[in-house]
């Protein structure tokens, strides 16, 4: 694999911004066929940020635009879709940097999309952003500062609140578990993971480092989610995607989706995989890079071989035995986001421990099919599974 110049060295930007460009895409585009005109995308923390060339091709500025124009014009051509709305509002609290993004815009703002530079920290900006954002569009919030005191829950509280709106969150848990524990953090740390006890560090000196980071996201999800609110009779939902430390084998940040709809989560999760996969060829071609020795297999070959050694199987396999009675239940988006959520785990561990304990006759799929090798299971077809030991 050739990792773009614009990302050399800063290879946990090209994770995020696969992310970012793989799930607006398709997030987009499914809210668009579904009838909605009015969409606004807002980058609370904008930039250019990375990249010193005029293009900004490695930055979610030019990454964003990119999208929204692709997905106005499939809307238009493919699915006939008129009378299309698209808002994008860039911010950016430094001086130098929001005139370079106002320049950028001036020049390259795409026809179709109206384009906003605000000057400013963003949560002092907060009522600005919401009253461009109007009551009606479908709103995508990507939220990605340079370290974790400014996501605090109460500073974000405004836009979270708002209806019609899916969240994008930089969670910088490297740089926060530094200062977990430390005296004088104990307000921002609250702020980020809700109040927490003597009981809670005690607890917390005790986790193993996966599991410290597992729990300081997951309490950062439920003090967002508690914000948020649901939407009627649809409940807040998370999910995150892991992006490791560049070096080392440990969580540098994580990436915090939020939404109030089931399919959020099961289109994010599958962004995710995705991810996952690029994030382990970008970790064994940056190794290829520096060692000397000439490689016979290519950083692809490496991961794929690594990918057949799935380490948690078990565990889901035992998940699966753990919720299936004799009595067939239907398996469909709904529950599978439920799943995700719960667990963490990607839509291909449930494929694929299901797929062994079907071929061990310990579970069957009763509207499934012996040719599905790959997805034994169709949720979006809410099909009937059940245990048979
Ligand atoms: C990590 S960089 C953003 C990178 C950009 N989102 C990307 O992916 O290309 C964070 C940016 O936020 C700006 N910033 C820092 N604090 C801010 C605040 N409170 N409100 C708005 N912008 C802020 C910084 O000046 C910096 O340009």
């Keep these: 694999m050739e990792i773009d110049e614009a990302y050399k060295g800063r290879e946990h930007s090209l994770i995020k911004h696969e992310l970012l460009k793989g799930y607006l895409e398709v997030l987009l585009s499914i809210v668009g066929v579904s009838g909605v005109k009015k969409f606004t995308y807002v980058d609370c923390f904008a ?8 293009s900004l091709a490695g930055t979610s500025i030019a990454i964003s635009l990119e999208i929204l124009t692709k997905v106005r014009h499939t809307l238009e051509a493919k699915h006939g879709v008129h009378g299309l709305e698209f808002r994008a509002i860039y911010v950016e609290a ?38 461009l954002c109007g009551n009606e569009s479908f709103t995508f919030f990507f939220v990605d500062p340079m370290g974790w005191v400014d996501v605090g829950v109460p500073r974000l509280a405004k836009l979270l609140r708002r209806p019609k709106s899916e969240f994008l969150i930089t969670f910088m848990y490297d740089f926060l578990n530094r200062a977990i524990g430390m005296a004088d953090y104990r307000e921002q740390i609250s702020q980020m993971l809700g109040k927490l006890g003597e009981k809670d560090y005690e607890q917390l000196d005790r986790l193993s480092t996966q599991d410290r980071a597992d729990w300081a996201v997951r309490k950062y999800r439920e003090q967002l989610k508690a914000m ?6 649809y409940p807040a939902r998370a999910f995150h995607a892991d992006v490791l430390h560049k070096a080392k084998e440990r969580v540098h940040y994580h990436m915090v989706y939020l939404t109030r709809h089931h399919k959020g989560i099961v289109e994010f999760a599958k962004a995710s995989e995705k991810i996952d996969s690029l994030q382990k060829i970008v970790r064994t071609q ?39 009675t004799d009595q067939p239940v239907r398996y469909d988006e709904t529950r599978l986001a439920n799943m995700l959520e719960e667990t963490g785990w990607l839509t291909r561990d449930f494929q694929d421990a299901f797929r062994e304990l079907q071929a061990a006759k310990k579970v069957e799929n009763l509207d499934g099919s012996p040719r599905r090798t790959k997805h034994p299971i169709h949720f979006s077809d809410s099909e009937r599974l059940r245990r048979c030991v």
Aim: overall charge negative.
């Design 47 to 54: 930039g250019p940020w990375g990249d010193d060339t005029g």
């Design 94 to 131: 430094a001086k130098r940097r929001y005139q370079r993004l106002s320049e950028y815009l001036d020049k390259n703002s795409p026809k179709g999309i109206s384009c906003h530079a605000l000057n400013g920290d963003y949560a002092a900006l907060q009522d600005d952003i919401l009253k």
């Design 228 to 233: 948020m609110g649901p939407d009627g009779k």
């Design 286 to 324: 940056t190794k290829l890079d520096s060692s000397r020795q000439r490689n016979l297999f290519s950083a692809e070959q490496w991961v794929e071989h690594e990918n057949g050694v799935a380490t948690n199987l078990d565990d889901v396999k035992a998940y699966w035995l753990r919720q299936l």
